[in-house]
């Protein structure tokens, strides 16, 4: 028996744990994930350590491990907070400065966190920034990946420190993992970029049922998110830039023949930044 069920029991609490993945929303809309389950937690990319906080102190959690998937402060911003209050250690990019790491993280390292039923390894995804990682990998039996700003329901990060190459090849390795993977992105874009999406690819009926889905979660405001790779695939352009019918959008868009399926996600990310 743990300490913490222990310590359940002694309060005379009658709890069955499960584990959950849940959403704490920070700033206007970014998501910090929470990973939980028999009084301990990770908490993935804290932006803020306020909600977080308030959360482990309601739940009566105890911080076991900080993941950092990038260097931005929408995503790191709550760490030394944190830090100083809980001591839990830092995952995060070994390529990035960041206010606080004790784990720097490469493509292939792992992260195993067993009372919690987490074993994850890492994913260079870079693109939005030059060394984003990803954690693909199992929670509690289900495959998951914290993707952080790389891949977002219908969209993608915007390319502020890698090409357009970078970011089709980190693509790549998201698409590649199992269908069933659930892909828990850091912000609720999703509206926004299905409304780009349609523009993209106005026949796709799987595209048009899940943005009927995701209209009617928002206005429940409920998190859209996450999103199974296998959806993603199916309604996501920067996913489908070797469809024949995407590809012949971008080349619409440009007003040219594309040459590759990176010049097509170029094309595709220069739309949807102007895209209103
Ligand atoms: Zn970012």
């Given at each position: ?70 260097h ?23 390529n990035e400065r960041l206010p ?31 060394g ?145």
């Amino acid at each position: 028996m743990s300490d913490s069920t222990e310590r359940r029991l002694d309060e005379g609490r009658i709890t069955r744990p499960t584990l959950a993945i849940d959403a704490i929303p920070a700033f206007e809309d970014n998501y910090i994930w929470l990973i939980h389950e028999n009084g301990l937690a990770v908490v993935v990319d804290p932006g803020d350590a306020a909600p977080v906080r308030a959360r482990l102190q309601a739940a009566d959690l105890r911080l076991v491990a900080i993941l950092l998937t990038h260097h931005h402060n929408d995503h790191v911003g709550g760490v030394a907070e944190l830090v100083a209050a809980t001591g839990a250690p830092v995952y995060g990019p070994a390529n990035e400065r960041l206010p606080h790491c004790d784990h720097p993280m490469r493509e292939g390292d792992r992260v195993e966190i067993p009372e919690l039923k987490i074993a994850l390894h890492v994913l260079d995804v870079p693109g939005h920034t030059a060394g984003h990682i990803a954690y693909a990998g199992k929670v509690d039996g289900r495959d998951v990946v914290f993707c952080g700003d790389t891949l977002f329901s219908g969209g993608c990060g915007r390319l502020f420190e890698g090409t357009p190459a970078d970011m089709h090849g980190s693509l790549a390795k998201l698409a590649a993992l199992p269908r069933a993977t659930l892909a828990y992105c850091a912000h609720e874009y999703t509206l926004s970029n299905l409304k780009w999406a349609r523009a993209v690819d106005p026949g796709n009926a799987p595209l048009a049922g899940w943005q009927r889905t995701a209209d009617g979660l928002r206005a429940q405001q409920r998190p859209t998110l996450p999103t199974p790779i296998g959806v993603e695939l199916a309604i996501n352009p920067f996913l489908r830039t070797g469809d024949p019918t995407v590809r012949a959008a971008a080349e619409a868009h440009a007003g040219k023949p594309l040459s590759d399926e990176v010049a097509v996600l170029a094309t595709l990310r220069t739309w949807k930044n102007d895209f209103r």
